[in-house]
T-cell receptor, first 115, second 111 residues
Framework: KAGVTQTPRYLIKTRGQQVTLSCSPI?????VSWYQQTPGQGLQFLFE???????NKGNFPGRFSGRQFSNSRSEMNVSTLELGDSALYLC??????????????FGQGTRLTVV | AQSVTQLGSHVSVSEGALVLLRCNYS??????LFWYVQYPNQGLQLLLK??????LVKGINGFEAEFKKSETSFHLTKPSAHMSDAAEYFC?????????FGTGTSLTVIP
């Protein structure tokens, strides 16, 4: 059974650009969540998607957005990049029903560097 | 609001010594509790979790944790540290649809 796949693993972008990150969940999982990890702020929740609908959203500016496709793959987009957006972005895959996070698995992350 | 406190951002132990990483949580409802390990530039790997039932939870790589409701704690232990245990450890609580993570504890194992 394949794990959670995040692409790309590494990205370097320039301030002001936009970026799209991808997360393919475990087969059969319908929930995908995104987290930002920085040395200063730790792991912070961005948003969660279930069956193509955003169910929950963290406290991030509107520059951060996401979507989920019918095959449960999810993308997150960050527009007008700032230096402070440099982080490891992690996605978590879970079945999404019942005890939601008792079966959550994380991907390897995408390391975004903004220069 | 949920929160997780990990006491000690850095812990050093000698190889073969007891590992104890502390985690306290606040939750208004019965929580799901997790410990994850992270190696450099890697994702989070689940060590163990508590959902319901037995309060002493055994995980991978010889780790275990005990849920103590009266102390709102979920401390992680391992009887004998190995060099390969050197990593960052995160305690997390789940309520609703999201994880709330602690700030992490970096474990150093001294040969």
């Amino acid at each position: 059974k394949a794990g959670v796949t995040q692409t790309p693993r590494y990205l370097i972008k320039t301030r002001g650009q936009q970026v799209t990150l991808s997360c393919s969940p475990i087969s059969g999982h319908r929930s995908v969540s995104w987290y930002q990890q920085t040395p200063g702020q730790g792991l912070q929740f961005l948003f969660e998607y279930f069956s193509e609908t955003q169910r929950n959203k963290g406290n991030f500016p509107g520059r951060f957005s996401g979507r989920q496709f019918s095959n449960s793959r999810s993308e997150m987009n960050v527009s007008t990049l700032e230096l402070g957006d440099s982080a490891l972005y992690l996605c978590a895959s879970s079945p999404g029903t019942g005890k939601l996070y008792t079966e959550a698995f994380f991907g390897q992350g995408t390391r975004l560097t903004v220069v | 609001a949920q929160s997780v406190t990990q006491l000690g951002s850095h812990v050093s132990v000698s190889e073969g010594a007891l590992v104890l990483l502390r985690c306290n949580y606040s939750s208004s409802v019965p929580p799901y509790l997790f410990w994850y390990v992270q190696y450099p530039n890697q994702g989070l790997q689940l060590l163990l979790k508590y959902t319901t039932g037995a309060t002493l939870v055994k995980g991978i790589n010889g780790f275990e944790a005990e849920f103590k409701k009266s102390e709102t704690s979920f401390h992680l232990t391992k009887p004998s540290a190995h060099m390969s245990d050197a990593a960052e450890y995160f305690c997390a609580v789940v309520t609703g649809n999201q994880f709330y993570f602690g700030t992490g504890t970096s474990l150093t194992v001294i040969p």
